[in-house]
């Protein structure tokens, strides 16, 4: 790279102007070797394989981060929806206020905050502030896992909500503990209310993945800005994207409209089955 730098200073700009017009022009001259839809098909041919495992990758983070986001949204709703007696005990009532106010600005943060502005913040404040020098893709999950548990735990407190008040009374007469209500009476009703928001939250993911390329994770965004800077074919490059992206999207809609349609039967048939043993 200092060779190259030392060539390159020595040059003056009339020179570097001729290679860069040359340069243009065998790029043009390529591309008029080819129609449009060619010059796409060649590059698919040629780099197929980055592509590939640009989708693996991206497809990858996605998965894993929506399921862990929905963890850490799960677990802050529930910890917010606990209600402590003040008279009863004052340090847990205030204890609980603190880590409240916790939750809420870690919500508040991460949602008001650009998802692109995070992960710079995380990769490179953890390696100068706290000397923790992570790899792009355990970076990758932290970020994404993080602000979709933001997001996800309004959605999961929203689905607790709509769970009617008199079922935690019921719970609370039966001498249930407040995990016990949520876990084996309120989670499962609010999972299946708010699958539509996990869903969405996921093919999100899918396209927000495309920022984690300012850190130089090898997803599909970034591997398409490499392709892209080699070919000098930037719209051909990035309609392939586009195409892809718009397939990956489609069809995880799809998979999560069957499952939606499966619960809903589910349903319907306990639902019946129920009526009959009653009648």
Excluded at 17 to 29: C, F, G, T
Excluded at 142 to 151: C, F, K, L, M
Excluded at 174 to 179: D, E, I, N, Y
């Amino acid at each position: 790279k200092d060779q190259i730098n030392d060539v390159l200073s020595q040059m003056n700009v009339k020179d570097q102007d001729k290679i860069m017009n040359e340069m243009v022009k065998l790029s043009e001259d390529d591309g008029e070797q080819l129609s449009f839809f060619g010059q796409m098909k060649a590059i698919w041919s040629e780099y197929s394989s980055l592509f590939i495992n640009g989708i693996f990758s991206t497809l990858f983070i996605s998965i894993i981060s929506t399921l862990i986001g929905f963890v850490i949204g799960l677990i802050v709703a529930v910890i917010r929806k606990i209600k402590v007696d003040k008279n009863k005990n004052i340090f847990a009532y205030i204890l609980q206020k603190i880590v409240n106010f916790i939750l809420v600005c870690y919500i508040e943060v991460f949602r008001g905050t650009p998802m692109m502005v995070q992960a710079i913040l995380i990769f490179y404040g953890a390696k100068q502030f706290l000397s923790i020098d992570m790899s792009t893709m355990l970076a990758a999950f932290i970020i994404v896992s993080i602000n979709t548990g933001a997001y996800l735990s309004e959605v999961v407190r929203g689905g607790i909500n709509s769970v009617d008040e008199g079922q935690f009374e019921a719970c609370k007469a039966l001498g249930m503990t407040h995990s016990q209500t949520m876990f084996n009476v309120v989670i499962p009703q609010t999972i299946k209310s708010i699958l539509p928001a996990i869903a969405n939250e996921f093919v999100v993911n899918i396209k927000d993945t495309s920022v984690l390329n300012v850190i130089s994770v090898t997803e599909l965004f970034f591997v398409s800005k490499s392709i892209a800077g080699s070919t000098y074919q930037i719209f051909q490059t990035y309609l392939i994207t586009a195409i892809i992206y718009f397939i990956l999207t489609f069809i995880t809609t799809r998979i999560i409209l069957l499952i939606e349609k499966k619960f809903t039967n589910k349903e319907f048939v306990l639902g019946s089955v129920t009526g009959g043993i009653h009648a």
